[in-house]
């Protein structure tokens, strides 16, 4: 097993009650989400894989990207993908201060209020835990990760694993930024391949923001971008 890409049983087996690695079976779905946007170029070029294949994702956004691209974050949303949270700078848990942290988890890019937060690089101490779940964020983690960030990785072998691996409930890790473009590019289109043969469906996560009108009329302008 590539711990890189699929965590390690027993690690979220004694997190489990604190942090979101896999979702419950049964609704025939797989959780494609994207961290470290957004990044124009990679953002939009994910978004259009998304699109063409009627399949919806996660954007874990940081709030510094985001409130100087409003416009990639309203394409997210128009086109009914969803929306957490990866902090206002991509700061390393392990390296911060609790007080530090949580200012960086809590400065938002505006009036959304998201409900979902991943910490970047999965790194977080039990005590920035405690305290971000006591401001009712959900912490999610990911099942799986398509290592697209390796500049090294095998795009072929990555989806090999992924589709070896991948069920109804898992969460697979993506990033949308310039880096990982040319191995996602490939990865996320024939994972999706796959996923449509196996009738499994793309979906936003459970209490990622989402519009309700999830169209390119949908008025978002109420936001305070």
């Not at 009036?111 to 405690?130: A, C, D, E, M, N």
């Not at 519009?211 to 008025?219: D, F, Q, R, V, Y």
Request: aromatic share 12%; proline share 7%; with cysteine.
């Amino acid at each position: 097993m590539n711990l890189h890409q699929k965590p390690p049983f027993w690690l979220k087996t004694l997190t489990a009650s604190r942090m979101v690695w896999q979702l419950p079976p049964g609704n025939n779905c797989v959780y494609l989400t994207f961290d470290d946007g957004p990044n124009v170029g990679a953002t939009t070029r994910a978004l259009d894989i998304l699109k063409s294949n009627n399949a919806h994702a996660t954007f874990f956004v940081q709030g510094a990207k985001a409130a100087v691209q409003p416009q990639l974050i309203k394409q997210i949303l128009q086109e009914g993908n969803g929306l957490g949270y990866h902090g206002w700078q991509h700061l390393d848990g392990w390296k911060t201060s609790l007080p530090e942290y949580l200012e960086n988890t809590q400065r938002q890019f505006s009036s959304i209020r998201l409900k979902l937060f991943r910490p970047p690089y999965g790194r977080i101490t039990p005590q920035q835990v405690l305290a971000i779940r006591q401001r009712d964020y959900r912490i999610i983690m990911w099942s799986l990760s398509a290592q697209d960030y390796n500049t090294k990785v095998c795009p072929a072998k990555s989806f090999a694993f992924l589709k070896k691996h991948v069920c109804d409930g898992s969460i697979v890790l993506f990033h949308d930024t310039i880096t990982a473009q040319p191995a996602f590019t490939k990865i996320l289109e024939l994972l999706l391949d796959f996923m449509h043969l196996s009738g499994l469906n793309a979906k936003p996560l459970p209490d990622a923001f989402v519009l309700h009108e999830p169209k390119p009329s949908a008025k978002i302008d109420t936001f305070a971008f």
